[in-house]
C-alpha cells in the first residue's frame, strides 16, 4: 500500500514570502503592485485589507486559499501552461489555484492587464 502523497512544500510558504517576487516580476515589465494586488483580489474574493493582513500574518498557501471569500469562478477559464504544466491537466485542487494565480501574474508580466483579460468579465 502506497503511502499517501507528501503536501507539496510551496503549501506551506507564507504568501508573504512570495509576494514580493510577484511584485518585483511585474515592475520589470512596467507594471505596479496595485495590477498584482488586482489580479490577488479578483482571484480570491478578498478586500485589499483582508489581503494585506493575511501578508502581515504571514499566512500559508495553503490557509491563503482555504479562507478564500470567493474564488472567482471565471478563473477556471485560465488556461494554458506555467512552469511547464498544462494548467488544464493539475489534479491537486490547491496546486491549481496557486498555477491560476501563477499564470495571471505571468500574463501581466508579458503585459496583458486585467481589463483586457476576457476572464475578468465574471
Not at 506551506?12 to 515589465?29: D, L, N
Not at 503592485?33 to 500574518?57: F, M, N, R, S
Not at 486559499?65 to 470567493?70: D, E, L, S, Y
Not at 496546486?95 to 486585467?114: N, Q
Request: proline share 7%.
Amino acid at each position: 500500500m502506497a503511502a499517501p502523497a507528501k503536501p507539496h512544500r510551496i503549501y506551506s510558504i507564507s504568501v508573504a514570502s512570495v509576494y514580493p517576487h510577484y511584485i518585483t516580476k511585474a515592475e520589470k515589465k512596467g507594471r505596479t503592485k496595485a495590477e498584482v494586488d488586482q489580479i490577488i483580489l479578483w482571484l480570491t474574493g478578498y478586500t485589499q485589507a483582508k489581503l494585506d493582513a493575511h501578508l502581515k500574518k504571514k499566512t500559508t498557501f495553503e490557509d491563503f486559499f482555504a479562507a478564500a471569500p470567493k474564488l472567482n469562478p471565471a478563473r477556471t477559464l485560465i488556461t494554458g501552461v506555467i512552469c511547464g504544466v498544462r494548467i488544464e491537466e493539475i489534479e491537486d485542487p490547491l496546486m491549481k489555484e496557486l498555477r491560476y494565480l501563477d499564470k495571471l501574474i505571468d500574463e501581466l508580466a508579458k503585459g496583458r492587464p486585467m481589463e483586457k483579460n476576457p476572464r475578468s468579465a465574471s
